[in-house]
């Protein structure tokens, strides 16, 4: 069953502590993303990653950071610097051709920061 | 860098009529257009999008418009049902194919209710 997967559905962390999202797809995908979406607004870009080993900043990476050591993962690490972590977090991904401009979206994690 | 306003942020409607939500675009390099509707606690689905070399698309109930002139696009959802019921977000892009690297520009959502 293709699709994008994102766990844990929903994670609890103490402030001050660093906690990774897990975004796996199966797609064969090249792009992936990270959002962030807070209660009435948009998805504000995090990181996005065009290819394995490679990713750019977006709008608001300050306080996040994440790795793409393969093309089926792209963890994002919310550091204890980002001053407003608790939010609902959205990975994407894209793949080639006429579909490069589609992102696909996975079913989100919501963070709790206590 | 790209700005996308959206309108209305609600929307109610009675089961049977037509829903329209409008969205405005500031960068005229923007050419990827499309809208995608989240249901509770879900992530985002693509439902229709358009490219800036087309005015129109259409998919069964739902469709969009572009007017580059105007810089803004509209989601047109005939013969609602309570189904439709959903937050929809447009967005933009100056899309992969031209090497814009595919960063979307949300709007900030509708919450579309269809009422019985």
């Known amino acids: 069953d293709g699709g994008i997967t994102q766990s844990p559905k929903y994670l609890f962390r103490k402030e001050g502590q660093n906690v990774t999202l897990s975004c796996e797809q199966n797609?064969?995908?090249?792009?992936m993303y990270w959002y962030r979406q807070d209660p009435g607004q948009g998805l504000r870009l995090i990181y996005y990653?065009?290819?394995?080993?490679?990713?750019q900043k977006g709008d608001i990476a300050e306080g996040y950071s994440v790795s793409r050591e393969k093309k089926e993962s792209f963890p994002l690490t919310v550091t204890s610097a980002q001053k407003n972590p608790t939010a609902f977090y959205l990975c994407?991904?894209?793949?080639?051709?006429?579909?490069?401009?589609?992102?696909?979206f996975g079913p989100g994690t919501r963070l709790t920061v206590l | 860098g790209e700005n996308v306003e959206q309108h209305p942020s609600t929307l109610s409607v009675q089961e049977g009529d037509s829903a329209v939500i409008k969205c405005t675009y500031s960068?005229?390099?923007?050419?990827?257009f499309p809208w995608y509707k989240q249901e509770l606690g879900k992530g985002p689905q693509l439902i229709i999008d358009?490219?800036?070399?087309?005015g129109e698309k259409k998919d069964q109930r739902i469709a969009v418009t572009l007017n580059k002139t105007a810089k803004h696009f509209s989601l047109h959802i005939t013969e609602t049902q309570p189904e439709d019921s959903a937050v929809y977000f447009c967005a933009a892009s100056k899309g992969r194919l031209t090497g814009g690297g595919n960063k979307l520009t949300f709007g900030t959502g509708t919450q579309l209710k269809v009422e019985l």
């Open positions: 797609l064969n995908h090249d792009a």
């Open positions: 960068d005229s390099a923007s050419n990827y």
């Open positions: 994407a991904s894209s793949g080639r051709g006429l579909d490069a401009d589609t992102q696909y």
């Open positions: 990653s065009q290819i394995v080993n490679d990713f």
């Open positions: 358009i490219r800036s070399n087309v």
